[in-house]
Nanobody, 126 residues
Framework: QVQLVESGGGLVQAGGSLRLSCAASGDTFSESVMTWFRQAPGKEREFVAAVSDTGIITYYEDSVKGRFTISRDNAKNMAYLQMNSLKPEDTAVYYC???????????????????WGQGTQVTVSS
């Protein structure tokens, strides 16, 4: 069982940066793939970035490559999303989620994720 709590969202101007954090409880965090999703108003929840259980492998949605960095600290049961060069279109509620396997083909499928946080709002003004 893993419980996830996101933090770090807020209001930022375009071009600015934010760092989201995901605090996990439970004894399986270090065995879990951690992923960030986001959901903008009126849109479906979409994949943003994923990191493997060891932190060695990462994978990003094309629109955030080069701007966002996902990482984790298994000693602290934390996952992070560093977001730079933010754009108004990055505005959304950001969720962290956990799953068992790192499979690129299904990395964006919501049903593959066992655990979800409650989300944190990110608003980027133009």
């Amino acid at each position: 069982q893993v419980q996830l709590v996101e933090s770090g969202g807020g209001l930022v101007q375009a071009g600015g940066s934010l760092r989201l954090s995901c605090a996990a409880s439970g004894d399986t965090f270090s065995e879990s793939v951690m992923t960030w999703f986001r959901q903008a108003p009126g849109k479906e929840r979409e994949f943003v970035a994923a990191v493997s259980d060891t932190g060695i492998i990462t994978y990003y949605e094309d629109s955030v490559k080069g701007r966002f960095t996902i990482s984790r600290d298994n000693a602290k049961n934390m996952a992070y999303l560093q977001m730079n060069s933010l754009k108004p279109e990055d505005t959304a509620v950001y969720y962290c989620a956990a799953r068992k396997s790192f499979t690129i083909a299904t990395i964006g499928l919501l049903d593959e994720y066992l655990y979800w946080g409650q989300g944190t709002q990110v608003t980027v003004s133009s």
